[in-house]
């Protein structure tokens, strides 16, 4: 009779390990796969601010390049020429501008980037704001000799290339 007890205490001890060992490794497993959904998160996150960080910079130069187009050449003295209006603005752009340009000789309308009105009560013409609508489209807000205006340019980034594609008034 001790014996068959002591059977018994053995196989219930055996028995009460195999459900420790057992709940045990369920716990690692959970506890595993919740490591995994945390790296995992993590690596989504991370991802995501790259992300912005990229758009943010996309952002930055755009908007450098527009701010430096329309100082130079939309209100600046300096020819917007085939070689400067190749390199800010895409083929379909430049054509549009040649198009729109109304006078002898060839050249581009880079009054299109402006408010269209002939005259102003004022000498100023600057960029006031450059703002990033997404999409890669910017809302330029200006004073054109007095004349306040807005316009907004559609850009394309092609590598390390950001080209003007479209100029609309909205």
């Known amino acids: 009779m001790l014996e068959g007890k002591y059977k018994m205490k053995k196989l219930l001890f055996m028995a009460a390990a195999a459900i420790a060992v057992s709940c045990g490794n369920k716990q690692q497993a959970i506890q595993a796969e919740g490591d995994s959904t945390n790296v995992a998160t993590h690596a989504v996150v991370a991802e ?23 100082k130079n050449y939309v209100f600046g003295n300096k020819e917007a ?25 060839g050249g581009y309308a880079v009054w299109d980037f402006r408010s269209g009105a002939q005259d102003g009560d004022s000498d100023v013409q600057q960029v006031d704001s450059v703002k990033a609508l997404g999409e890669g489209e910017y809302k330029v807000s200006y004073n054109d000799m007095g004349n306040k205006g807005s316009c907004v340019i559609s850009v394309i980034v092609d590598g390390d290339h950001i080209l003007f594609d479209n100029i609309s008034k909205k």
Do not use: H, P
Not at 48 to 68: M, S, V
Not at 85 to 99: E, G, M, Q, V
């Open 48 to 70: 995501e601010g790259a992300a912005d960080n990229d758009a943010a910079e996309k952002d930055a130069k755009a908007i450098e390049r527009i701010q430096e187009f329309y």
């Open 81 to 105: 020429t085939d070689e400067v209006i190749n390199s800010y603005c895409t083929k379909r752009l430049a054509k549009k501008l040649a198009d729109d340009y109304e006078y002898e000789g």
